[in-house]
């Protein structure tokens, strides 16, 4: 037990004074409980992560997995995955580069709008979007598009569905991009006699081109994984509009197990190159 | 010649109307006023990249309030240079000439002559990354004067080198001023490169632009 002195209010304003002046007297507690305590609950969910991949790649023997590959109706999944995975990419860059630009460098009345527009596909829950595209092709303007590209439950559907989630991810992409490339070489540009599109492709383009692929490369992922808009409004018919998501869930239906989970270390493996790909390309240029 | 007439601009909060300033034909104009005064959105105006909400432009006798800048035919060198990061030092040389469809011949003449007028020679095929403060100022020079124009526009143009670029670059501009005729308008902060580059000094005072009488 301490036993307290009184002092005087002299002694009381030297002491704090002392104590103020001398940094040897300040005690700082131990900085080793706040890092433990980050890296405890950090990985926490990194090892979840891990443990969750690798349960996968326990649960299926090469034998599986060759298996599942050699099978007709995953390989068409495959091919048609790739192929309308590709595609939507490129459809997703062709309208997310315009709007990027647009949305960076042009203020207009109805912006914050026309911004909050551009999230809905992000935060819609992706059944909605399939249901809402299944009732847009039951419009008259829907059936009149029907009659020159068939979309509901056929091909060109499946990559409208992608599109339309993916595209979103895209155009967030390539906003970041433009803005932080500096208007002012455009402006430059304009004054050394371009026009505003010959200093967007000479100046600004050149310069977006990791964005650009970045874009892309996430295009490409989010359609890969799309399920829910596909199930809705392109249906699951095997041989016909199979994506790879789709051939998880329908060898999941029918109990063979081990034919998901190759197809679903085939979907791991894709994203982990995205993955790779994209923090390449993320990374700022010299 | 370098004509204001009455011009009203608006930048971001504030306002500057009334402005008026006339720098004659070949002569080397200095804007001087404080860090945020306007300086930059006047010289933008001038350029044709920010809207004269009132009054006349006048360049070489020809009215371009409400032509594009890249109608204007003005040099314009920004603060930071805002040098093409995709492309090389000769590319910078050649642009506004390429634009113009300018032959492959003339546009290597050039290129040549204003390597030779700015020093940089040597740095030719090197990209704006790897480039001192002082060579993108220069490249960003040159950049401004391949076209020929008859008006140069220069921003801070000594605002970020260290004390050694700030003379050689200086210097640079004496010479430049020498050997090409153009008109010029440099917006500083600084009493001592008024001092040493200017013709006629002007300053932006509250509101208006007041010419200072040496």
Known sequence: MTISRPVNAEQASTLAGESRAGSGLHRVPSDVPFVVGLCVLGSVYVLLIGGMLLADLSFTTPGNFLAALRSEDIRYAIRLSLISCSITALLSLWIAVPIGYLMSRYPFRGKAIFDAVLDIPIVLPPLVIGLSLLILFRTPAGRFVERFIPMTYAVPGIILAQWMVACAFAVRTMRTTFDQISPRQEQVALTLGCSQSQAFWQIVLPQARRGILAAGTLAWARALGEFGPILIFSGATRMRTEVMPTSVFLELSVGNIEAAVAVSLLMVVAAVIVLLLVRALGRPPL | ?214
Not at chain 2, 61 to 88: C, H, N, W
Not at chain 2, 123 to 130: E, Q, S, V
Not at chain 2, 149 to 167: V, Y
């Open chain 2, 1 to 214: 010649m370098i004509v204001l007439e009455n011009v009203t601009v608006r930048a971001g909060t504030f306002s500057l109307s009334g402005l008026s300033l006339e720098i004659p034909t070949g002569q080397y104009g200095v804007l001087m006023g404080r860090t945020a005064c306007g300086k930059t959105t006047i010289l933008e105006t001038i350029c044709g990249l920010k809207p004269a909400r009132t009054g006349r432009i006048i360049l070489d006798g020809r009215e371009v309030t409400r032509l594009k800048a890249a109608e204007r035919g003005i040099g314009y060198v920004p603060q930071d240079g805002a040098l093409f990061s995709t492309m090389t030092v000769r590319q910078h040389l050649a642009f506004a000439l390429v634009i113009r469809n300018t032959p492959g011949e003339s546009i290597r003449t050039r290129v040549a002559e204003l390597a030779k007028l700015l020093g940089i020679e040597r740095i030719l095929d090197r990209k704006p990354p790897g480039l001192s403060g002082g060579e993108q100022q220069r490249v960003a020079l040159g950049r401004a004067l391949a076209a020929r124009p008859s008006i140069l526009c220069l921003d801070e143009p000594l605002g970020c080198l260290d004390e050694d670029t700030h003379g050689e670059v200086c210097d640079l501009l004496k010479r430049v001023r020498r050997e090409v005729a153009v008109t010029t308008l440099h917006v500083t902060h600084s009493m001592s490169e008024a001092k040493k580059l200017a013709d006629c000094t002007f300053r932006i005072d509250g509101s208006q632009i007041r010419r200072v009488i040496e």
